[in-house]
C-alpha cells in the first residue's frame, strides 16, 4: 500500500495538483528594489532641473553685466567730464546732454539728460540678493561694483570651528567695473 499524504490528489476526472508560487520576502525584496531605482531616478530627475535653473539665473547675471560693462565703457569714452560720488555716477557729454548712473538696491539705472529731461532711460536688474553700490578707489577711479551676498563657510584661527556668516566683504563674491573720472574741462 502506498502513503498518499505526501501527494494532493484530485478526483479521478483531474491531474494532481502542486502548489507553485513565490515566497513573501521576494515580494518584498522585489517592491523594496522598485521603489529605491523610483526615488533615485526623481531624485537625479530634481537635480537635473533644479541646476538647469540655475544655469539660465547665471547666464542671465552675466548678460546682464556685460550689457552693463559696454554701456558704461561706452559712455565713458563719450564723456568729456564725469564725477562720482557714493550714490551715483554722473558723465557730461560734448553737447551738454548728462548721463546718469543710480543705483537702488540690486538694480542700476541710466538716465540721459538733455535740459533737465529724460530722453533715454535703461535698467540692469540683477538677483534680488544682489547689492550694486558706487565706491571711489582714487580721484580718477570710480567703481561700480555688484556683490552676490553668498553664504560661505569659513574656519576662524582661533578654535577651528566653521561659522556660517558670510558678513566681511572678504567673503563675498563681487564683480568691480573700473570707470575713469576725469573732471577737467567741460562744465558740470
Not at 30 to 38: K, P, Q, S, V
Not at 72 to 88: G, M, T
Not at 132 to 144: G, N, P, W
Request: charged share 25%.
Amino acid at each position: 500500500m502506498k502513503c498518499d499524504r505526501h501527494q494532493n490528489l484530485a478526483p479521478a476526472s483531474r491531474l494532481p495538483v502542486r502548489r507553485t508560487g513565490s515566497i513573501f520576502s521576494y515580494y518584498m525584496m522585489y517592491l523594496m528594489l522598485t521603489g529605491i531605482m523610483i526615488s533615485s531616478a526623481g531624485i537625479s530627475l530634481h537635480v537635473v532641473l533644479r541646476s538647469g535653473v540655475r544655469d539660465d539665473a547665471a547666464s542671465l547675471q552675466v548678460q546682464t553685466l556685460a550689457r552693463l560693462q559696454k554701456r558704461l565703457r561706452n559712455d565713458e569714452r563719450q564723456a568729456v567730464n564725469s564725477r562720482s560720488d557714493d550714490e551715483s555716477l554722473t558723465f557730461v557729454l560734448s553737447d551738454g546732454e548728462q548721463i546718469v548712473w543710480e543705483a537702488e538696491g540690486n538694480i542700476l539705472h541710466r538716465r540721459r539728460l538733455n535740459d533737465g529731461e529724460v530722453t533715454e532711460r535703461d535698467r540692469f536688474a540683477f538677483s534680488r540678493a544682489s547689492d550694486v553700490t558706487f565706491l571711489q578707489r582714487s580721484q580718477d577711479i570710480a567703481v561700480v561694483r555688484v556683490s552676490e551676498p553668498i553664504l560661505r563657510v569659513s574656519r576662524t584661527p582661533a578654535d577651528g570651528s566653521e561659522s556660517g556668516q558670510g558678513g566681511d566683504s572678504a567673503s563675498v563674491p563681487a564683480v568691480d567695473i573700473l570707470v575713469s573720472i576725469n573732471a577737467d574741462s567741460g562744465g558740470a
